[in-house]
Structure formats: structure tokens, C-alpha cells
């Protein structure tokens, strides 16, 4: 049985918006507007402004991409989850895998969708998560399919020899992310502990859990990894590394 988030009937359902193109976020905007009963009540285009704006507002709903400023999507997502305040949260996603999709719903998302959805789907997506389901693609789960589902879909990435294959789906830590972040600016162990305040072995420590959550075999698969799926973002990598020269 799905878990109920079950609103007064005569309530609207809230929602909140995040990303950082303005354009797609009047575009959503607009369209949960033409539904008579939903109501957007905030937008952001920042993960962590974000982060607390939703603590602020309380919305049923979370309509997120990934790809964010300061703090990406699946982070947000996480710290969310880990509130326990019954937010549904919706991913949105420019880059379309299997695995994204195994950590965004590892993460604590309700739902997750490439960023093309039709506006139709997107509205009832959000009207179902609210009652407590789980959403990828034409399937819908309750709290018990999800977790079959997930194990499932950990298994046929990762094979079902490896000792402990939902490892590689476990979300990175907020101290791992930040860590993967100085890595996509090329910088080494020593500079990032410098940078940190932690020991030159804490942060190889990170590194390793890093590269064993993400199935990769060097912090250059790591950063091409985390780039492309937008956890870091390219534009924001090459503005910090010139502001500093």
C-alpha cells in the first residue's frame, strides 16, 4: 500500500519549482497554472537557495532538475528525504540514462523524468506522487515495488556477482560531492585537503568511496561522470578556475 500523503480535498495541491533557466520554469509554471487544482507557490534556480526555500514552504511537491548551481538536484533531493517532511520530490533531467535514473531514485525521489516530458505527464506524475506513489517512466510503484524494482534494476547494472551491488548506487555523501567537485577542477588530494581543512588520508579515504559508489576506476572517470550526468556543472568548474588565477 502506497504510504498517503492525503491533502483536504478541497486544498490544491503545492508545488514548487527549481531550475535555472528561467524560460522552462515559466513554461511549468504556466502550465500546472491551467490546472484547477494545482498552485505553484515558489521558484528557484539554485540548489541550496532551494534547499531552503522548500523547508520554508512546505510544498506537496518538488519539481526539480538536476542540474543546478551550488547544489545539485539529486543532493537537494536527498537532504529532503533525509528531513522527513513528506515533500514528494519530481526530478528533471537534460541527460537520460539507467543509472541516473537508479540514483535519483536511490536518492529519495518520488519520480524522475528526462526533461522533454510532456506537460500532460508531468501534471498527473505530480498528482500521484502526492498520494504516495513512485513514478519512472509508464510504471508506477507503490513503497514495496519500488524497492524491488531498484533491487532489480542494481542488479541488471551492476551484475549479480558483486559482493554488494547496491553500493554503486548509494548517494554520494554531502562531503564526497563537495570533494568530487574539486576533482572536475583538476585539483589533487593535497590541494583539496588544503582547501578543506582535513587530512591528505581523509580525503583519500573520500576518494575511494567516491570511486567505488560511482563504479569508475580514476578521479578522471569520476569528474567525466559526475559532469555529464550535471552533479557538477562545466560553466561553474571553468568560472571558479578563472576566478582564481
Not at 538536484?73 to 522527513?84: C, E, F, I, N
Not at 580525503?203 to 555529464?228: C, F, G, P
Amino acid at each position: 500500500m502506497a504510504q498517503q500523503k492525503q491533502a483536504n480535498t478541497l486544498d490544491k495541491i503545492t508545488v514548487m519549482i527549481v531550475d535555472d533557466h528561467p524560460l522552462f520554469r515559466e513554461g511549468l509554471s504556466k502550465v500546472f497554472a491551467l490546472e484547477d487544482d494545482i498552485r505553484v507557490v515558489g521558484e528557484e534556480d539554485d540548489g541550496e537557495k532551494a534547499l531552503a526555500l522548500a523547508r520554508e514552504l512546505q510544498p506537496d511537491v518538488v519539481v526539480i532538475d538536476i542540474n543546478l548551481p551550488s547544489m545539485n538536484g539529486l543532493q537537494v533531493t536527498r537532504q529532503l528525504k533525509a528531513d522527513r517532511t513528506g515533500i514528494a520530490v519530481v526530478t528533471l533531467t537534460a541527460y537520460h540514462d539507467q543509472e541516473q535514473v537508479l540514483h535519483a531514485m536511490r536518492a529519495g525521489a518520488s519520480a524522475y523524468y528526462p526533461k522533454d516530458v510532456e506537460p500532460s505527464t508531468l501534471v498527473d506524475v505530480v498528482r500521484q506522487v502526492v498520494q504516495g506513489y513512485y513514478i519512472v517512466g509508464d510504471q508506477i510503484f507503490d513503497e514495496a515495488g519500488l524497492r524491488a524494482w531498484l533491487d532489480a534494476g542494481v542488479e541488471a547494472a551492476t551484475g549479480p556477482y558483486m559482493v554488494d551491488p547496491g553500493e554503486h548506487f548509494v548517494p554520494l555523501s554531502p562531503r564526497e560531492m563537495e570533494i568530487l567537485q574539486f576533482v572536475t577542477r583538476g585539483m589533487s588530494n593535497k590541494q583539496i585537503a588544503l582547501e578543506l581543512g582535513i587530512s591528505h588520508q581523509t580525503v583519500k579515504n573520500h576518494m575511494t568511496s567516491i570511486l567505488k559508489k560511482l563504479d569508475v576506476e580514476d578521479r578522471t572517470q569520476a569528474a567525466v561522470y559526475a559532469l555529464r550526468r550535471g552533479w557538477v556543472r562545466m560553466q561553474d568548474t571553468l568560472s571558479e578556475s578563472e576566478s582564481d588565477e
